[in-house]
């Protein structure tokens, strides 16, 4: 653990992806168990591209940006721990589609009914700027060997040359067998206007659909989405947005279609907030950023990271607890794992003055710390 990181009694912390010039910008990953008890975690690496031997760079593309840009090249690396997570095996490259004229990032992965992993993950061909917009997709890629190989990939969203994406370790497999795949899109004209939406698959990852598309008609729409099973079955589904709350919206046939948004209740920069279901219990548990300051870039909002639990199924929350405090850094982006008594939360670090580099922290929060000074 390094001394910008919060020190809590019983929770370990490691710098899991450092920042390096070679890969300045790691962020956005996803963690699952394999068959034999190890850990696979996919992450995103921004790479500069002038540092990769001239065999292994991709096809040149003026869309690209700096590594430290969104818009900058990235592929998806993975590696693997046979101990719950404290030591890793050595990275390689898991996914960076020749065909993406900008990057492949933000993996998801779930485990679908019939054993085989599912990879969910951004194709992307067009940037966040008016003068590098292009096509960008949502792909998913299946894995028979836990992970050694994987499929061609398969776009699940439309194919009409427009702007689809989805949040980082954002995949699930429902106990119906149905996975779901959470995806955004970018509306074209000058409002970029945004809405989520999700693609389904009943026949483990076989055909896909969509969902209806969730917006709202003031600010600029609804992004990178976190979605929880209640105990009644229906699906609740946080979203980030842009009015300095998160809003929920709510599906009660597995996701086939959703609710009109309402507000969360929960102040929130632009940034993701991370649902989850806390094992053996109906309760929920919520890791966020809670501030939102009007005017100021909402990438020096994203501290500190909070976690919460509700025990009425997401109405209400209880005392939150701070997992990094930070000002010097920006801490977001979670995802979880949750492994023998722990969860295991990854999530970036960025200091505020070095320009978008980005590094991965690892936490080992054992599950009771989450309950203490838990009102019940």
Same mark, same amino acid.
């Given at each position: 653990?390094?001394?910008?990181?919060?020190?809590?009694?019983?929770?370990? /912390?490691?710098?899991?992806?450092?920042?390096?010039?070679?890969?300045?910008?790691?962020?956005?990953? @996803?963690?699952?168990?394999?068959?034999?008890?190890?850990?696979?975690?996919?992450?995103?690496?921004? %790479?500069?591209?002038?540092?990769?031997?001239?065999?292994?760079?991709?096809?040149?593309?003026?869309?690209?940006?700096? +590594?430290?840009?969104?818009?900058?090249?990235?592929?998806?690396?993975?590696?693997?721990?046979?101990?719950?997570?404290?030591?890793?095996?050595?990275?390689?490259?898991?996914?960076?589609?020749?065909?993406?004229?900008?990057?492949?990032?933000?993996?998801?992965?779930?485990?679908?009914?019939?054993?085989?992993?599912?990879?969910?993950?951004?194709?992307?061909?067009?940037?966040?700027?008016?003068?590098?917009?292009?096509?960008?997709?949502?792909? %998913?890629?299946?894995?028979?060997?836990?992970?050694?190989?994987?499929?061609?990939?398969?776009?699940?969203?439309?194919?009409?040359?427009?702007?689809?994406?989805?949040?980082?370790?954002?995949?699930?497999?429902?106990?119906?067998?149905?996975?779901?795949?959470?995806?955004?899109?970018?509306?074209?004209?000058?409002?970029?206007?945004? @809405?989520?939406?999700?693609?389904?698959?009943?026949?483990?990852?076989?055909?896909?659909?969509?969902?209806?598309?969730?917006?709202? +008609?003031?600010?600029?729409?609804?992004?990178?989405?976190?979605?929880?099973?209640?105990?009644?079955?229906?699906?609740?589904?946080?979203?980030?947005?842009?009015?300095?709350?998160?809003?929920?919206? $709510?599906?009660?046939?597995?996701?086939?279609?959703?609710? $009109?948004?309402?507000?969360?209740?929960? %102040?929130?920069?632009?940034?993701?907030?991370?649902?989850?279901?806390?094992?053996?219990?109906?309760?929920?548990?919520?890791?966020?950023?809670?501030?939102?300051?009007?005017?100021?870039?909402?990438?020096?909002?994203?501290?500190?990271?909070?976690?919460?639990?509700?025990?009425?199924?997401?109405?209400?929350?209880?005392? +939150? /607890?701070?997992?990094?405090?930070?000002?010097?850094?920006?801490?977001?982006? +979670?995802?979880?794992?949750?492994?023998?008594?722990?969860?295991?939360?990854?999530?970036?670090? @960025?200091?505020?003055?070095?320009?978008?580099?980005? $590094?991965?922290?690892?936490?080992?929060?054992?599950?009771?710390?989450?309950?203490?000074?838990?009102?019940?």
């Amino acid at each position: 653990m390094t001394e910008d990181m919060r020190e809590i009694e019983g929770v370990k /912390k490691t710098l899991l992806v450092p920042s390096t010039d070679f890969a300045p910008k790691n962020t956005e990953g @996803s963690m699952i168990h394999l068959q034999n008890g190890d850990i696979l975690f996919l992450w995103t690496q921004f %790479v500069d591209i002038d540092q990769l031997p001239e065999a292994e760079r991709p096809p040149f593309s003026g869309k690209r940006r700096a +590594p430290t840009s969104d818009d900058g090249y990235a592929r998806v690396m993975g590696m693997t721990s046979t101990d719950g997570g404290f030591t890793w095996s050595e990275p390689r490259v898991y996914v960076d589609d020749a065909d993406a004229e900008i990057n492949c990032m933000s993996p998801a992965l779930t485990r679908m009914a019939d054993g085989r992993l599912l990879l969910a993950y951004s194709w992307r061909s067009g940037g966040n700027h008016v003068d590098n917009h292009g096509p960008c997709a949502k792909r %998913v890629r299946i894995s028979d060997d836990e992970g050694e190989t994987w499929s061609e990939p398969v776009q699940i969203t439309p194919q009409d040359g427009l702007y689809y994406t989805g949040c980082h370790d954002r995949a699930y497999t429902l106990p119906s067998g149905r996975v779901l795949v959470q995806c955004h899109t970018l509306h074209p004209g000058p409002a970029k206007k945004m @809405s989520n939406f999700v693609a389904y698959s009943d026949d483990n990852g076989s055909t896909w659909q969509l969902s209806n598309f969730v917006t709202e +008609p003031i600010a600029r729409g609804f992004e990178e989405a976190s979605i929880s099973r209640r105990n009644d079955g229906s699906l609740l589904m946080i979203m980030r947005s842009w009015r300095g709350h998160a809003y929920y919206t $709510e599906s009660f046939n597995d996701g086939a279609s959703w609710s $009109e948004a309402y507000s969360a209740g929960v %102040v929130a920069p632009a940034a993701p907030s991370l649902l989850a279901n806390l094992p053996d219990s109906d309760n929920l548990l919520l890791i966020w950023n809670p501030v939102y300051i009007p005017d100021v870039p909402h990438n020096l909002t994203r501290h500190p990271l909070l976690c919460a639990i509700s025990n009425d199924q997401g109405r209400s929350w209880g005392p +939150p /607890k701070a997992l990094e405090v930070s000002p010097d850094y920006q801490w977001a982006y +979670p995802g979880i794992l949750f492994h023998d008594g722990m969860a295991l939360v990854h999530y970036y670090r @960025s200091h505020v003055a070095r320009n978008g580099c980005r $590094e991965m922290v690892l936490a080992h929060v054992p599950i009771n710390w989450f309950y203490d000074e838990f009102a019940t």
